[in-house]
């Protein structure tokens, strides 16, 4: 594994050399705090993997053991047992896995993939792997079956022929069935490829094969013929036995199902067509969709089962997927919300010659996995433990957050409980095996979700299982739209307005704000009580600033907007706003201004408990053109404030009085030192950055599939905002996941003239180019708001002391300041303005700004300030409130003092370089070149047990970390390319060493970086593998067993082992030894459990051995003494006869 770049540390070094007039204050500053991490703190491996499997084909289940294998289009293999115990694998290949069979109750499994490839698992191992692999030549794989308690796998191959493998050795057997000698020789067409393989349940040594043409044969494999062929005109689908082995049921390509007796070949007993209409005639029923799968169970007390896929009439057009269960003279039919990819209906009993007894039917679906209880009236389905909805609406972001308060889970926990659904069945979850890992960590652990339908999830992530917690939806603040004249005709109306493009939260007071896809900012606090708010608070803002009104005299006046903003009413009902919005929108010209995007609902909102809305915020069109999607979000619950920006500026929000402190254009957060040449309408000036893919903004980035610029146009700010709700207008938003990039993709941003509808509103492409060649085409410059950081810190260098203040970074690598002026806590603070002043550029970096974090004198990280958690909706008793209320200083460690005046230091991340900065001097101690040919799309300050660092993901797939305040390269891993903007929009790195990603659209993918947990993610992780006895077989009886009337056995070693059947061809196929070792399955599983099992299996065999040795010592000596007895009685009948009377 490459952890170290020497190029890397070659620049890091050189980077030292600090750009200020003193260098040696970096050195010194480097002795004063030493860095504890090293390079053997990290390395990098996955951890697990949550959600459903994404395009699911193939799917099995282990009676005995009770654990479910499930295969995917992609070669993975997921398999689930009880909750908490799931497990990844993946096929080398990548080919999909056609056909999963579980050897029942041996702790392993056969995959058959798309490849013309067979494999072994070994799953008495925690990380289960390939023991055998066998690749197939000239036959392609259409069906496997493994009889249980054999050890030979029969293939059915395109061709129509059946060759056996032995599942020990992974070795071809020489017997194999042509399929020239199952049909007729009168016969001259092909039967068809292999369609079903399966033995008879009371007869060993009798196969019945199905071909795909409609031929079914029952083979005699000690006779090597056929016994009787069963022919039908319609295509076959699959076979069922009954398990008395003296019937069988076929489904069909016309949507019927036949019966046939087992010695009547001529025609079927029985012929339905459950789903179609019977013609009065007496004719033929109307031909119905194929039945892909049926399945007949038979139970002791009562009817027999049959349950099929598919065969629902073609006249249903528009109707869902059913599972059709028939029992006795009911029939269900029962639809399902996606495709079925197959079903398995799990019974009590693993032997095929028993009375099955069904109790449930697992249904595997395209994109969700359905238990169906039996056994219960009107078959409810049981509630599924495993977290398998991540996907339930494409998820837009994420936030990972390791180590948070104590408090937090249960909280969510108590609120997301009220909100489960009720019906399901009340018996326990059917997959049951497995053990749980024995792993110690024992910090929380909180992952939430965004999602395409504007809703947000809260999931329990700790000791690496994954669990649902509360499921908060936005979109309950918005109306919804009830006809189509109500969207504007000139926009392609979105299909989810409500996408979460941002999530900010702070774990300690539990604000939560999101940020959606519409330009709409909504702020939620946490209470644990019911309440209905009458009016939802609402602002609006128009935040737009044009290059051409710098020289305008409105221009001056821009530059001072605090003043006004506090005498603004907070009232959402504002009439003056109202009359202005609705008159500007249905101006003559018919140009869209003073609208927001979406409309905020005007009746009552109930309100659960968990969390609930404070405040909305909207950016509303500007003469005809729809507001910038936001790029940045920040909350901070100590100040009351939240900060959103976009590539136009940014804007400070007081969340408490419901006002706008601070609106600004880019530009004019600079002042008069701006040191950028923008010109409105020409090409860019300033440099061009090279390579790179797509820009990710701080919070992990854009809800859509595409990466905007952020150096894009900077459009104009009027300093005006409404708190009055404004006619609804939906703009073009479209939220749609790309799985694929092409490499030469380029995003180019261009603006058009004002007054039209921008064309990059409905860009949907993903790459992002900055090389100079684009120079010429990209007309304009646009500089985002990228990253914020609210801290109490030095922002002069001429300041004395601490103050609170907000950083913000920028697309083109400018930090800024804006000074905070905070009123007392307590009433005051409600009473009185904020003051918000830009202090101007502090420094700047290479590229796009990332995360920006703070350090105190001794190298600790120092959080934002926060308040604690209080119930917003308790009793108003002032002083109770007060005193919960009272603001909490920033925590920071004991050596660090205000009146000492320490320094801090500042760590900047952009797309290209890092930078660390003590202040209050601001002057650059540490730079490091993170990367020259890609960019930086994901960068934490991250808490590791032995210090702390930066954690970057870069576009050409490298994880790295540096140490600080050193910035000295730790780790560099190239794990994983970026092939999608799914990766980009997701991935996130938290504390003590985790990191996720969205590895698919259904799945979430878990990665440490941290060597500790690398090393006991082996204890961590579940067992498959439970040693249980085998249940018993089924009782012969005594007629049988004198007439002969039970199950017969079959020597299988002597009928197809190497002296019965000679050797395969050679050329046929080609074994290959897997990873997993090649001992067989007694291989060694790990871990105590595996040690413990693997010593009671021993000692159970050693104890069998021993009572049968002890058996047949007492029948020798029982023989001895009935030898002995009739000697002697021999000896006593001759002893007095002589020899001629014998």
Known sequence: ???????????????????SPSPQLGAKENELIPETLQSE?????????????????????????????????????????????????????????????????????????????????????????????????????????????????????ERGNIHIVNVESFTLSGYTIMWNKAIELSSKAHPGPVVHISDNPMDEGKLIIGFESGIVVLWDLKSKRADYRYTYDEAIHSVAWHHEGKQFICSHSDGTLTIWNLKSPAKPIQTITPHGKQPKDGKKPEPCKPILKVEYKTTRAGDPFMIFSGGLSYDTVGRRPCLTVMHGKSTAVLEMDYPIVDFLTLCETPYPNDFQEPYAVVVLLEKDLVVIDLAQNGYPIFENPYPMMIHESPVTCCEYLADCPVDLIPALYSVGSRQKRQGYSKKEWPVSGGNWGLGTQSYPEIIITGHADGSVKFWDASAIMLQVLYKLKTAKVFEKARCKEEKPSTEIVDEDPFAIQLMSWCPESRMLCVAGVSAHVIIYRFSKQEITTEVVQLLELRLQHELNDLESPEGGGDQTPAPPTPSTSPSPQ????????????????????????????????????????????????????????ISSLAINSCYGLVVFGNSNGLAVVDYLQKTVLLNLGTVELYGSNDPYQRQPRSPRKSRQPSGGLCDINEGSATSEDRCKSPTSVLMSNHQHFYNGGGRGAKMSRKLSLPTELKPDLVLLSVCPPRGSIPLDNRDNSFSRSR?????????????AITSFYFCETYTRKADGGLTPSLWVGTSLGTVLAISLNMPPAGEQRLLQPVIVSPCGTLFRLKGSVVRMAFLDSTGSILPSPFEPWYEPNAPANGEERDKVRKRRPVSVSPSTSQELNENQYAVVCSEKQAKVVILPSQTCVFKH???????????????????????????????????????????????????????????????????LYLTSPTEIQRITYSQEVCENLQEMLGELFTPVETPEAPNRGFFKGLFGGGAQSLDRMELFGETGAGKAPRSLAQHIPGPGGIEGMKGAASGIVGDLARARIALDERGQKLSEVEERTAAMMASADSFSKHAHEMMLKCKDKKWYQF
């Open 1 to 19: 594994m490459k952890k170290f770049n020497i190029r890397k540390v070659l620049d890091g070094l050189t980077a030292v050399s600090s750009p």
């Open 41 to 157: 703190h990290f390395q990098l491996c996955k951890t697990v993997r949550h959600g459903f499997p994404y395009q699911p084909s193939s799917m099995a289940f282990d009676p005995v053991q009770k654990i479910l294998a499930i295969g995917t289009q992609s070669g993975a293999l997921r398999l689930f047992g009880r909750p908490g115990v799931e497990c990844y694998c993946q096929h080398e290949s990548g080919a999909a896995v056609i056909q999963l069979q579980f050897l029942i109750n041996e702790g392993a499994l056969v995959s058959a993939l798309a490849d013309d490839s067979i494999h072994l698992w070994n799953l008495r191992q925690k990380r289960p792997a390939v023991l055998h692999s066998l690749k197939f030549n000239k036959e392609r794989i259409t069906f496997c079956h493994l009889p249980f308690q054999s050890k030979w796998l029969y293939i059915g191959s």
């Open 574 to 629: 504002t009439a003056g706003p109202q009359t202005h919005t609705s008159s500007s929108s249905n101006s003559s010209d018919g140009m869209r201004d003073n609208v927001p995007c979406l409309k905020v609902r005007s009746s009552p909102l109930k309100q659960s408990p968990g969390y609930q809305v404070e405040l909305v915020v909207q950016l509303v069109w500007v003469s005809g053109e729809p507001p910038q999607q």
């Open 771 to 783: 090389s100079s060649s684009v120079t010429s085409i990209d007309k304009e410059t646009r500089e």
């Open 929 to 995: 070149n993170i990367t020259e040919t890609s960019f930086v799309l994901r960068a934490d300050v991250v808490q590791m047990n032995a210090g702390i660092c930066v954690a970057c993901f870069c576009a050409n797939g490298h994880i790295m970390t540096l140490s600080l305040p050193g910035l000295r390269p730790l780790l560099d891993v190239n794990y994983l390319p970026l092939t999608d903007m799914r990766i980009a929009r997701t991935f996130c790195f938290t504390n003590l060493g985790q990191a």
